[in-house]
């Protein structure tokens, strides 16, 4: 899903870009890895198993720690485009999926399976996954489950949405133990009929009081101030009450020998957990389109805007042809209504 801000917040100065030495000297240890548990081959973690992949040796893939005590999420798209995975691999023992997407028909392309068995449990030990305990991993579930309204919110920057500051001020927001973070991770249409489900339609909006700058490199036909699902969690939960000015690392020790220690010197958003992969998968197509001789990048605002200009000539274009025939090898093939709000391919 990509978290719009809300009117009148201000969205914080544009990240640079530059992919750091370090990280980029980093890159050319990661290699893609048949996943042990599916066979799945995939470069920094498996989007379907939820476990690290071709870690490199001296990395350490941290175990991330959120502020409160659950985050679900709600997911409804390709798991090799979604950055929620990201949050289920990083902090899996707080992170719960709601798989809408996925079936079990597709044995080796399903989300049921994270730290689900002994296979995936030995492919996370030798991937280098940072702390090993013995609790089990949330589940993954295939439903959307009821939600006490005192204890959860929704991630969803609508006209009624609050920040955390602001229901911590009202004395309406819980204790951090007891708190329930909801996500939605879709297309921002269909994250907008899921939003209006009957489970979700009473609980309470939260938004970010100062939204991020993006370097994801995926387009979104809202236009500019969107951000992928991960970048929005990792934003919300440095907002949130009971969180440390800077986030943490659940070990003093885990940032072992390799670590881009430089990053932090540029830019603290690459130091922050929950976007171990975000920024590795940046830097991995940034150094591509390097290597390339391609100047552009598709996480360069121009380009971006260049792609969202075209998705919207192109839906102007079909409201404009309401009508659409259908050639099904009949003569006399029908003629069908193709709507003008039909969906297109976005961001999350």
């Known amino acids: 899903m990509a978290a719009l801000p809300a009117d009148g917040a201000e969205a914080e100065p544009e990240p640079s870009l530059d992919v750091p030495a370090a990280l980029a000297a980093e890159l050319t240890g990661w290699r893609r890895e048949a ?18 992949l071709g870690v490199p040796e001296g990395i350490t893939v941290p175990r991330a720690r959120l502020p409160f005590a659950r985050c679900d999420i709600i997911f409804d798209d390709a798991p090799k485009k979604a950055t929620s995975i990201h949050a289920k691999v990083l902090a899996p ?46 589940a993954v579930i295939r439903e959307i489950p ?61 938004r970010l009081s100062s939204p991020p ?81 391609i100047e552009e990048r598709p996480m360069d605002p121009a380009a971006k805007q260049r792609r969202t200009e075209k998705v919207r000539q192109r839906e102007r274009v079909k409201s404009l042809r309401p009508y659409e025939r259908q050639d099904d090898g009949d003569p006399g093939s029908r003629v069908a209504v193709r709507s003008a709000c039909s969906p297109s391919s976005e961001a999350k």
């Open 35 to 52: 996943c042990p548990s599916c066979g799945a081959s995939a470069m920094f973690y498996c989007p379907y198993c939820c476990a690290p």
């Open 146 to 206: 009821e939600y006490d309204f005192s204890r959860a919110m929704v991630l969803f920057p609508d006209d009624s949405s609050i920040t955390f500051e602001e229901a911590r001020a009202s004395g309406s927001l819980c204790l951090a133990e007891d708190f329930i973070l909801v996500v939605i991770d879709a297309p921002w249409r269909r994250a907008q009929v899921l939003r209006k489900h009957p489970r979700l339609a009473p609980l309470r909006s939260v």
């Open 213 to 293: 700058p993006s370097r994801f490199w995926r387009y979104h036909s809202e236009g500019v101030g969107c951000v992928s699902t991960v970048e929005a969690l990792a934003a919300l939960v440095r907002e949130f009450p009971a969180a440390p000015s800077q986030p943490s690392w659940a070990d003093a020790d885990v940032r072992g020998a390799g670590q881009v220690d430089e990053a932090a010197t540029l830019d603290p958003l690459l130091d922050d957990p929950l976007l171990f992969f975000f920024v590795r998968q940046f830097a991995y197509i940034s150094e591509r389109q390097r290597s390339a001789g």
């Open 93 to 138: 023992d707080q992170v719960r999926l709601i798989d809408l997407f996925t079936q079990d028909a597709n044995s080796n392309r399903t989300l049921s399976r994270p730290s689900g068995g002994p296979q995936a449990e030995l492919g996370s030990q030798a991937s280098g996954l940072q702390g090993g305990d013995d609790k089990e991993a949330a």
